[in-house]
């Protein structure tokens, strides 16, 4: 199983942005699906998570301003970033909890390579 990040790059305050992440390889389902970010100095920490049954949580700081969403036909899952400032600048991973097998109830968590934004002028 492997996640593959798209759509990083630098764009100018006030601007928008969107990431993509997709599952790919042989697994039963995608659970969870979730964008973390890691600013330089700083912990990782969750951005916005949404299950599998459409339920989106976000961190304060992002709320109003980004959206999560998925395409289940797809295994992606997308994070809409608009009115970007600096303080959004970070390497951002998606992370996704995968049922491998319909046979076995068992889930694991796998995680992106990440990418980067960078917002600046």
């Known amino acids: 199983v492997q996640l593959v990040e798209s759509g990083g790059g630098l764009v100018q305050p006030g601007g928008s942005m969107k990431l993509s992440c997709k599952a790919s390889?042989?697994?039963?389902?995608?659970?969870?699906m979730g964008w973390y970010r890691q600013a330089p100095g700083k912990q990782r920490e969750l951005v916005a998570s949404?299950?599998?049954?459409?339920?989106?949580s976000f961190a304060d700081s992002v709320k109003g301003r980004f959206t999560i969403s998925r395409d289940d036909a797809k295994n992606t899952v997308y994070l809409q970033m608009n009115s970007l400032s600096a303080e959004d600048t970070a390497v951002y991973y998606c992370?996704?909890?995968?049922?491998?097998?319909?046979?076995?109830?068992?889930?694991?968590?796998?995680w992106g390579q990440g990418t980067q934004v960078t917002v600046s002028s």
């Open positions: 949404i299950t599998s049954s459409g339920s989106t």
């Open positions: 992370k996704a909890v995968i049922r491998l097998r319909s046979q076995i109830p068992l889930s694991s968590t796998y």
């Open positions: 390889g042989t697994f039963f389902r995608v659970n969870d």
